[in-house]
């Protein structure tokens, strides 16, 4: 763990952990396979294998609690939709979400398929809690026709950083499964190198609310003839959802821990307050709240205290 202060007891610039944000939080799922019990068939190239999906019962169902568990690479466990048999398909979509409880900074959201990469999906977040979904990346073999973006979209210096880019490059049939993707928040955007004067991709990162929308499978065409077969061969299916990042305390605490309303505070230090130690404390209020950079702690200093050593904290 990360100290706030140094070893002669000067505030440095702290952080908490990196980890899985997702791992031990249930995403919610709009839909999941099961509820009536139904056969589903898995595309394996020119055989197919059939197999059964029960939302009731505890060794055939593909809830969405198995999106972000322990994952094991010889005991796949995944969260699975309904088929195309009952209606999975453009223009119905199926949203993932995914609540934190409060603000972390995103540095990359993972998905590793079960079945094959969808030909359209696109990830948003909330930058505050119960704020707009705004957009956070467009995966899709149809960028254009189906979010209206141009598929070799860049961001020069100078542009809006915090806008959402769409790519064709992992929206394939192939491979039939294990396929992932992963996107990383500061790729491509040309403050990531000076991320700590940078408010804007600040802003970017942080999420309370990540919103998975898989808007349209990928198909062989063959569903054309409405066979059920064939129908019930097509379906989402997702064995892992991870979330790197940190809870995010602006530099100022080195872990966040349950809170007395329910879900997580930062454990402030350098006399700042709040959820996010987005504030200094009210008896030290002597220069403006400003985040930890690399070159500086930017502690909250008391009026009174100022030109002592080491102020008594209240
Ligand atoms: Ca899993």
């Known amino acids: 763990m990360d100290s706030c202060y140094d070893d002669e007891g000067n505030p440095s610039t702290c952080m908490p952990k990196f980890e899985n944000v997702a791992f031990n939080r249930t995403a919610v799922a709009s839909n999941v396979c099961g509820s009536p019990p139904e056969d589903y068939c898995m595309q394996t190239g020119s055989t197919r294998s059939c197999h059964y999906c029960d939302a009731s019962d505890p060794d055939l169902h593909h809830n969405a609690s198995l999106l972000t568990d322990f994952h094991r690479s010889e005991e796949n466990t995944w969260w699975q939709s309904q088929s195309m048999y009952y209606g999975i398909q453009h223009p119905n979509s199926v949203n993932l979400t995914l609540h934190l409880g409060k603000a972390f900074e995103i540095t990359y959201i993972r998905l590793k398929f079960y ?41 020069r210096p100078g542009d809006d950083e915090r806008t959402a880019l769409c790519t064709d490059e992992f929206s394939d049939i192939s491979p039939l499964t294990g396929g992932n993707v992963a996107f990383s928040t500061l790729e491509g955007r040309p403050s990531a190198y ?33 066979d059920a077969k064939v129908l019930r061969s097509y379906f989402y299916a997702i064995s892992d959802f991870s979330v790197g990042g940190r809870c995010k305390c602006n530099g100022h605490a080195s872990e966040c821990f349950e809170g007395d309303r329910g879900g997580l505070v930062c454990a402030c230090e350098h006399h700042t307050v709040g959820d996010d130690c ?5 008896f030290y209020q002597d220069r403006p709240w400003s985040r930890a950079s690399g070159d500086s702690a930017n502690e909250c200093l008391s009026e009174y205290l100022a030109s002592g050593p080491l102020g008594t904290a209240c």
Do not use: M
């Open 278 to 282: 987005q504030r200094c404390h009210p």
């Open 194 to 226: 000076n991320f700590d004067q940078s408010v804007v991709l600040q802003e970017w990162v942080t999420a309370t609310d990540l919103l998975i929308s898989l808007n349209r499978l990928n198909t062989f065409g063959d569903e054309f003839f409405k």
């Open 115 to 155: 079945t094959s990469r969808p030909e359209s999906f696109a990830i948003y977040k909330r930058t505050e809690q119960d704020g707009p979904w705004l957009p956070y990346q467009y995966y899709s073999a149809s960028c254009k026709k189906t979010y209206g973006k141009d598929s070799k979209g860049y961001i």
